[in-house]
């Protein structure tokens, strides 16, 4: 049965906005840290953004000021809120998380194997 599984994916013009949701089971969301990366055709793995959970969070250069990570306890959801997207956010993009970690944060997260890992959704954004 799978841990995380994301949705909301799909394929907006540049400017346009999307919502990413990972829905977790009881397991994955006592993790301690959360976040999503993305990954396109011939490049690394890239972290995207991390929650942890006092809620703090932390995001790549590439996205600071246009994604906001969130969470829904009620839900045991993971979101993603993309906005002003541009061609190069095209990627597939994974929900993560890894039960107890030091700090939480893009940067310890992308140097770990983590705990848990969803399938994936793909963001496609045309010019």
């Known amino acids: 049965q799978a841990q995380l599984v994301e949705s909301g994916g799909g394929s907006v013009q540049a400017g346009g906005s999307l919502r990413l949701s990972c829905a977790a089971s009881?397991?994955?969301?006592?993790?301690?840290?959360m976040g999503w990366f993305r990954q396109a055709p011939g490049k690394e793995r890239e972290a995207v953004a991390s929650?942890?959970?006092?809620?703090?969070?932390t995001y790549a250069d590439s996205v600071k000021g246009r994604f906001t990570i969130s969470k829904d306890n009620a839900k045991n959801t993971l979101y993603l809120q993309m906005n002003s997207l541009k061609p190069e956010d095209t990627s597939m993009y994974y929900c993560?998380?890894?039960?107890?970690?030091?700090?939480?944060?893009?940067?310890?997260?992308?140097?770990?194997?983590?705990?848990?890992w969803g399938q994936g959704t793909q963001v496609t954004v045309s010019s």
């Open positions: 993560a998380a890894e039960r107890y970690i030091w700090k939480c944060s893009i940067t310890t997260m992308s140097g770990r194997s983590l705990d848990f």
């Open positions: 009881a397991d994955a969301y006592s993790s301690t840290c």
């Open positions: 929650l942890y959970r006092d809620g703090t969070t």
